[in-house]
């Protein structure tokens, strides 16, 4: 902390106590109105306190909660403290109040918005930028995240000392990375495919194959990657097959936490140094938790978007155990809630099924669609009684996520 300039130090301060006011009177975390206050005393803040340490960002659509949560977690292999916003305040004001919260850590993991990343890249100077996937999140339409890419890719072309770390199965990572001087490309795996039928290079349309994806028309092809997710394992840059048994559910896990591999490996730390710390992350931020609510064991996963409403499928409960949708349309959700449509919810069909939610009604006619058999229900606990399960499966968007997370008590 000393090393900071005068004014800084005071914002810090400042910001610091404004959190812990906000901590105390209920109204947040505290993990955005400290930074707030700090950027407007000083605003270089986030440049100042970035100085001197090892930066690492992470972005993308979905994951990079989760994926900053690991690459956390795999660094603090080296012994020393770790800053990171681990509760997704991903602005700036957030990535400020997590650096000022830990002012000697020499390393720093911040999960940052796709649209920031430009200035955060200017300000902080990291070492390592990591690139997971781009597609529609509630709010944009395609159009929008081309020009996300296309601002990345102008930001990485100006930043040479950076390494960046990025998901050669997305072809819009791959365009946006692929002005970077220095990458590292990770076979992380695609999910959805809606957002990349065409070439971002020329438009065309994309094929893909056994082997990923290439252009039709151009030389624009997916690279050769060092780091693979083959299934259930990771094979390392060296070609070294690992066995990825994490605590945390599902194939979009295992590709985060490739990534975060790839980031430890960079800092000298390898896959099964590594590995043990990633295993002991295995809720975050709420999501995966395992919640007794009366006889009933709740499951908790967040689904923001059509990709992620695939993740949340691919980890549900084996079987017939029954599940909640929670829907709501709040601002941070998206007001339009016309994206269920993007969803296939057939793979639902013989589970009993519960649905909740401000927009209970939209994803009712959206199920009805998709013949998919469904009961309204009034909330979390009147979900478990109608569906008398021991065990239940919730998948709720950002603020229905939230009440729930309010009604069982935030465990984490
Ligand atoms: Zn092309």
Redesign the pocket.
């Known amino acids: 902390m000393s090393k900071l300039p005068l004014r800084a130090r005071f914002a810090t301060g400042l910001g610091g106590a404004a959190g812990r006011v906000s901590r105390l009177t209920g109204r947040g975390d505290g993990s955005v109105i400290g930074g707030v206050l700090g950027l407007r005393v000083e605003p270089e803040l986030l440049r100042l306190l970035a100085v001197g340490r090892q930066i690492v960002l992470v972005t993308g659509t979905n994951g990079k909660t989760t994926t900053t949560r690991l690459i956390a977690a795999a660094l603090s292999a080296l012994g020393q403290e770790v800053a990171s916003n681990a509760f997704g305040a991903n602005m700036e004001a957030g990535l400020a109040s997590a650096m000022g919260r830990a002012p000697d850590a020499p390393y720093a993991v911040l999960e940052t918005d796709e649209r920031y990343l430009p200035a955060v890249i200017k300000s902080t100077r990291p070492k390592v930028v990591t690139l997971l996937n781009l597609s529609r999140d509630q709010m944009d339409r395609a159009a929008e995240i081309w020009l996300i890419a296309r601002r990345w890719r102008e930001a990485l072309a100006q930043a040479p000392d950076c390494l960046v770390i990025a998901n050669a199965d997305d072809p819009l990572i791959a365009w946006a990375a692929g002005a970077a001087a220095n990458v590292t490309w990770v076979a992380a795996g695609q999910r959805w495919h809606e957002d990349s039928w065409c070439?971002p290079?020329?438009g065309?349309h994309l094929r893909r194959d056994d082997l990923g994806w290439r252009?039709g028309?151009?030389a624009?092809a997916r690279p050769h990657t060092p780091w693979v997710l083959d299934d259930e394992s990771v094979i390392d840059a060296q070609g070294q097959a690992h066995e990825l048994d994490l605590a945390l559910p599902g194939r979009a896990n295992r590709s985060n936490a490739v990534m975060a591999l790839a980031v430890a490996d960079f800092f000298g730390i390898g896959v099964d140094q590594a590995l043990p710390f990633l295993r002991k992350v295995s809720s975050v931020a709420g999501r995966y938790t395992l919640v007794q609510r009366g006889d009933c064991l709740v499951r908790l996963l967040l689904a923001k978007n059509p990709a992620g409403w695939l993740e949340a499928f691919d980890v549900l409960t084996r079987g017939t155990t029954p599940v909640l949708l929670a829907v709501n349309a709040q601002v941070p959700d998206g007001k339009d809630t016309s994206w269920l449509w993007d969803v296939d919810y057939r793979l639902l069909r013989g589970r009993p099924v519960l649905i909740s939610g401000e927009r209970r009604l939209d994803l009712a006619v959206r199920l009805e669609a998709d013949e998919v058999a469904f009961e309204l229900a009034d909330g979390l606990d009147d979900a478990i009684r109608r569906s008398r399960a021991t065990t239940l499966d919730v998948i709720a968007n950002y603020t229905a996520f939230q009440q729930i997370r309010t009604v069982i008590g935030r465990t984490e």
């Open positions: 070439c290079e020329c065309s252009c028309e151009c624009f």
